[in-house]
């Protein structure tokens, strides 16, 4: 059974602070990585890909792949209360490329 | 430019009765999935449509659940004889084609009563 865990939450930050957002996965196989936010009663919404090791910044956020260690993460810089809701990583594997989804943590920016 | 639409927004239908639904993926996307999300499951994949190939059906979770693509384009998921643990919302997806970013249409709530 392929995976991909993500942090118990919820998680609650302050105003201005930089939230951290982890994911592991189990199949080396895997090619793609997102970050997907959902806010509650909406679908998910795509706020980053990466598909090689190292860091990829957009505005706020930055996500980070380290593949030997099988580890993504979404940093998001400078929060905002509009960020809170639900964070979900994805793994693209296979020759579907069907997207393997994390449960989701919840994040909530305090003002 | 216009995103991935589905319909309806919601459905509520009588358990043993059949209902479909619609997606229409963002013009030029040649890849189309099907997911269901709830409570208890997180998000699943159903079926992948890629171009004219043969769709991948293997997350179907039984042979009451179907789905076709019609000109390459526009994919109809049909249920049939629905029972209540099919109630969950169902989230269509396309993409450029493989390991390409999946953007989502809004979804369909279905409610079996």
């Known amino acids: 059974q392929k995976e991909v865990e993500q942090n118990s939450g919820p998680l609650s930050v302050p105003e201005g602070a930089i939230a951290s957002l982890n994911c592991t996965y189990s199949d080396r196989g895997s090619q793609s990585f997102f970050w997907y936010r959902q806010y509650s009663g909406k679908s998910p919404e795509l706020i980053m890909s990466?598909?090689?090791?190292g860091d990829k910044e957009d505005g706020r956020f930055t996500a980070q792949l380290n593949k030997a260690s099988q580890y993504v993460s979404l940093l998001i810089r400078d929060s905002q209360p509009s960020d809170s809701a639900t964070y979900l990583c994805?793994?693209?594997?296979?020759?579907?490329?069907?997207?393997?989804f994390g449960k989701g943590i919840t994040l909530s920016v305090r003002p | 430019g216009a995103g991935v639409s589905q319909s309806p927004s919601n459905k509520v239908t009588e358990k043993g009765k059949d209902v479909e639904l619609r997606c229409d993926p963002i013009?030029?996307?040649?890849?189309l999935y099907w997911y269901r999300q709830s409570l208890g499951q997180g998000l699943e994949f159903l079926i992948y449509f890629q171009g004219n190939s043969a769709p991948d059906k293997s997350g179907l979770p039984s042979d009451r659940f179907s789905a076709e693509r019609t000109g390459g384009s526009v994919s109809t998921l049909t249920i049939q004889r629905t029972q209540q643990e099919d109630s969950a919302v169902y989230l269509c997806?396309?993409?450029?084609?493989?390991?390409?970013?999946?953007?989502f249409g809004p979804g369909t709530r279905l409610t079996v009563t």
């Open positions: 990466i598909y090689s090791n």
């Open positions: 994805a793994v693209s594997t296979g020759a579907n490329s069907k997207l393997t």
């Open positions: 013009s030029g996307h040649t890849a």
């Open positions: 997806a396309s993409s450029f084609g493989l390991h390409y970013e999946q953007y």
